[in-house]
DNA sequence: ATGTCGCTCGAGGAGCGA
């Protein structure tokens, strides 16, 4: 099973960039972040010309989440949790006895403004989510933009980052809570190294300067996690000409003999 | 270094969010 994640910053101007992409990697699965799309506008049909299928919650401008599968795929949608309003930033499927759950967190803005008020709130909801059907269910995958550097190393210069947005204490408590229910961040199993990054501000020729964090996370449950082979951050698309702000991360895993 | 994108509203460019 090859999933993979990627923030694609409006999916009408980066459509045709994924299309062609999932050509020519034949992806299981694509959690895609940042749609910006009603779901009356969603390019569906791009997608089942290609032989996918697509689940997404949208909205105007903002947000949206869309999960992509091929078209033979059997699944179904979770439930999403209770959140303090309607804004579109959470999607998940179950396939084969796996959970598949894409997010969008919100960005917070700047530490102390209402926007970050909202991104714990909203992490607190999605967390005792989590911990609840992880009752139900072992093996679970939460993939998508945390908007959260886990840890200083996937920071390209913590100094200047420490204590600001998606960098503080309460913001990566949120992993270390879900690290505490077994959860893995399923890049670091292979990598231990700087300057590894999934986002780049568009200002400052941030990306040829490598001035990024990464932000766009896959985590494992324990079941899952003995299960995944590789991990990697595909910068291709980030380089070609408008590209998106993000790169994608694309992992690998192994059937779940006990999902089934 | 207020830097660059994408979107909306509405018909040109300001304002917002990231």
Same mark, same amino acid.
């Given at each position: ?86 804004? !579109? *930033?959470? /999607? #998940?499927?179950? &396939?084969?006895? %796996? ?11 700047? $530490? ?95 990306? !040829? *300067?490598? /001035? #990024?964090?990464? &932000?766009?996370? %896959? ?11 590789? $991990? ?29």
């Amino acid at each position: 099973m090859q999933i993979v994640s990627w923030n694609v910053n409006s999916i009408r101007v980066r459509l045709e960039q994924l299309t062609s992409w999932i050509l020519q990697e034949s992806p299981d699965l694509l959690a895609i972040q940042e749609t910006k799309v009603e779901d009356k506008d969603f390019p569906e049909s791009a997608f089942q010309d290609i032989g996918y299928k697509c689940f997404f919650a949208g909205q105007k401008s903002y947000n949206g989440v869309a999960i992509i599968v091929r078209d033979n795929t059997s699944c179904y949608l979770l439930t999403p949790p209770k959140f303090p309003d309607q804004q !579109k *930033r959470f /999607l #998940g499927v179950n &396939i084969n006895g %796996v959970d598949y759950v894409n997010v969008y967190v919100p960005n917070g803005s700047s $530490v102390g403004s209402d926007k970050y008020l909202y991104k714990l709130e909203w992490l607190r909801v999605f967390e005792a989510w989590v911990g609840s059907r992880l009752e139900k269910n072992q093996n679970m995958v939460l993939m998508g933009d945390f908007n959260i550097a886990p840890k200083d190393i996937d920071v390209h210069d913590p100094k200047a980052w420490r204590g600001k947005i998606l960098c503080t204490d309460s913001e990566r408590s949120v992993i270390k809570n879900l690290e505490m229910l077994g959860f893995t961040d399923a890049f670091r199993l292979f990598n231990q190294n700087g300057g590894q990054f999934s986002w780049w501000d568009y200002r400052l020729n941030g990306f !040829k *300067r490598n /001035l #990024g964090l990464r &932000i766009d996370l %896959v985590l494992t449950s324990r079941n899952v996690t003995t299960q995944v082979t590789e $991990v990697l951050i595909d910068k291709r698309l980030r380089e070609l000409s408008r590209p998106s702000d993000h790169a994608m991360v694309i992992t690998q895993i192994e059937d779940l003999g006990s999902a089934q």
